[in-house]
């Protein structure tokens, strides 16, 4: 629904050949990508975003996860990522680049997250930055996602044109 307001955004092209990348790409800006689970009901944290002409950046203060993320049942652990997608819809080329923090506990208290995302990786007329959160259950070392992924949130946070 989302892409479909992008496409009929294209002031550029006629009805009919209308393109995605001729649309105004800021309106994809705050997009949750998991209908069962937004990231504002999942996680309860002030973010900060820094967004420079070399990076793309999140910073999370310390938390302890059972009081500021929506812990869904059976999880262990969580984990943390913000994702950077360029593309060039001229070319077809593609580019994905993803800082995530370490395997968390959900009942530990959790140091400062930041992680940050080099734009030089990310080539491409169109960039998109997502912050996600992953949750799992840890047995015998091995990590086993919740739910087949249904309480994992992410949302697209920023958009840029180049």
Same mark, same amino acid.
């Given at each position: 629904q989302?892409?479909?307001?992008?496409?009929?955004?294209?002031?550029?092209?006629?009805? $009919?050949? +209308?393109? #995605?990348?001729?649309?105004?790409?800021?309106l @994809?800006?705050?997009?949750?990508?998991? =209908?069962?689970?937004? &990231?504002?009901?999942?996680?309860?944290?002030?973010?900060?975003?820094?967004?420079?002409?070399?990076?793309?950046?999140?910073?999370?203060?310390?938390?302890?996860?059972?009081d500021?993320?929506?812990?869904?049942?059976?999880?262990?652990?969580?984990?943390?990522?913000?994702?950077?997608?360029?593309l060039?819809?001229?070319? $077809?080329? +593609?580019? #994905?680049?993803?800082?995530?923090?370490?395997? @968390?506990?959900?009942?530990?208290?959790? =140091?400062?997250?930041? &992680?940050?995302v080099?734009?030089?990786?990310?080539?491409?007329?169109?960039?998109a930055?997502?912050?996600s959160?992953?949750?799992?259950?840890?047995?015998?070392?091995?990590?086993?996602s919740?739910?087949?992924?249904?309480?994992?949130?992410?949302k697209?946070?920023?958009?840029?044109?180049?």
């Amino acid at each position: 629904q989302v892409m479909m307001k992008v496409l009929q955004s294209d002031l550029v092209n006629n009805r $009919g050949e +209308r393109m #995605v990348r001729a649309g105004d790409w800021s309106l @994809l800006k705050d997009m949750e990508l998991n =209908a069962s689970s937004s &990231l504002g009901s999942t996680l309860f944290l002030e973010t900060t975003y820094t967004d420079s002409p070399t990076a793309w950046a999140v910073a999370i203060p310390a938390f302890v996860p059972q009081d500021y993320v929506a812990v869904p049942r059976g999880a262990t652990h969580l984990r943390i990522s913000a994702t950077g997608v360029g593309l060039d819809f001229s070319t $077809g080329a +593609r580019a #994905v680049q993803t800082a995530a923090s370490t395997l @968390l506990p959900v009942i530990d208290p959790a =140091a400062a997250i930041n &992680l940050s995302v080099d734009k030089a990786l990310l080539p491409g007329t169109h960039r998109a930055f997502v912050l996600s959160v992953e949750f799992v259950q840890m047995v015998n070392g091995s990590e086993y996602s919740i739910n087949n992924g249904a309480h994992n949130a992410a949302k697209m946070v920023g958009v840029e044109q180049v």
